[in-house]
């Protein structure tokens, strides 16, 4: 039996747990990165670097935001492969327009 975040082995892990996928990394380290650059963007704007604080804001923004939308991303997928698993549905999803054997 396989644990996850030392809970037992389940059909799958809870929506909530979805900060402890791996797949959510690079949205997390996205959110760490801007903070610590608009950290950096605040002492430079105090210090009179204004060419810094604009180059600050647009890269704090852009990490912000970007991590935002990833983690947001994933958790609506995990949150779908719950629903989809509890339903006992297991055959993957498609992306685009569902086919149609009749032509």
Do not use: K, Y
């Amino acid at each position: 039996m396989s644990q996850h975040a030392g809970f037992s082995d389940t059909s799958g892990t809870p929506t909530g747990e979805s900060i402890l996928d791996t797949v959510n990394g690079t949205g997390l380290v996205l959110l760490l990165f801007g903070s610590l650059v608009l950290g950096s963007t605040l002492t430079a704007a105090g210090s009179g670097f204004t060419v810094w604080s604009v180059i600050g804001v647009l890269a704090s923004v852009l990490c912000l935001v970007t991590g935002a939308a990833v983690v947001r991303i994933e958790h609506h997928r995990a949150h779908v492969d719950e629903r989809v698993s509890a339903a006992g549905n297991d055959r993957p999803r498609t992306i685009g327009l569902p086919r149609h054997p009749g032509r």
